[in-house]
């Protein structure tokens, strides 16, 4: 087989890698072009640097694809069918490659993923103050709602209080004072 039989291209859209196919053994290198990953309809890469590997995780576990991946423009790549064994043997130089690109790719994963908690513990600290502070607003306002009521209700004892002291008519008054 000659190396140009494994070279492919691909048309814009076109996918490359589909998420959960069998593994095929396959790893890729873009040649030339701009490459997009996904997961489900998110994209969450795109890759234009020419000897970028990609489809290698798969191959390495002999596990489905893990994501998809697309031409966004015209794409070339070389198709490198994988045994890991015969690479590290034959091609120790393409294995050291991949390792390191494999050891980069999880830093960088580690590193996303340590940004993320951060910003995520520091948005459950400012929700923490945002209820701390709404339950004290509201035990604040309930208790001037309940002195505003005990007020009401204290006035209404007033007057009904008047309203009893005071004779109902003209003749109740005159009554109340022959006894």
């Known amino acids: ?9 691909f048309p814009p859209q076109s996918v490359i890698i ?3 196919q069998t593994n095929d053994n396959v790893i890729y290198v873009l040649n ?6 996904f997961k489900g309809d998110d994209l969450i890469a795109e890759i234009k640097e020419s000897g970028i590997f990609f489809g290698e995780m798969s191959a390495l ?11 966004m423009t015209h794409v070339k790549v070389t198709a490198i069918p994988f045994d890991f064994d015969t690479l590290y ?17 999880l830093q960088e994963v580690t590193s996303r993923y340590d940004e993320t908690r951060k ?3 520091a948005i459950e600290k400012d ?53």
């Not at 030339?32 to 990953?37: C, K, L, Q």
């Not at 034959?90 to 790719?105: E, G, Y």
């Not at 509201?138 to 005990?150: G, I, K, N, R, T």
């Open 61 to 71: 576990l002999s596990a489905p694809r893990t994501a998809t991946v697309k031409a």
């Open 1 to 9: 087989m000659k190396a140009d039989d494994h070279i492919k291209t």
């Open 127 to 179: 929700l923490s103050r945002n209820v701390y502070t709404m339950e004290h607003e509201m035990e604040s306002f309930l208790q001037e709602l309940s002195h505003a009521e005990v007020d009401k209700a204290m006035a209404r004892a007033a007057v009904n209080r008047q309203d009893d002291s005071q004779p109902k008519n003209a003749g109740e008054a005159a009554g109340s004072g022959q006894k």
């Open 119 to 121: 910003r995520l513990q």
């Open 32 to 37: 030339e072009g701009t490459i997009g990953v």
């Open 18 to 20: 589909k998420e959960g």
């Open 89 to 105: 043997s034959k091609f120790p130089a393409i294995a050291k490659k991949l390792m390191v690109t494999l050891a980069r790719r």
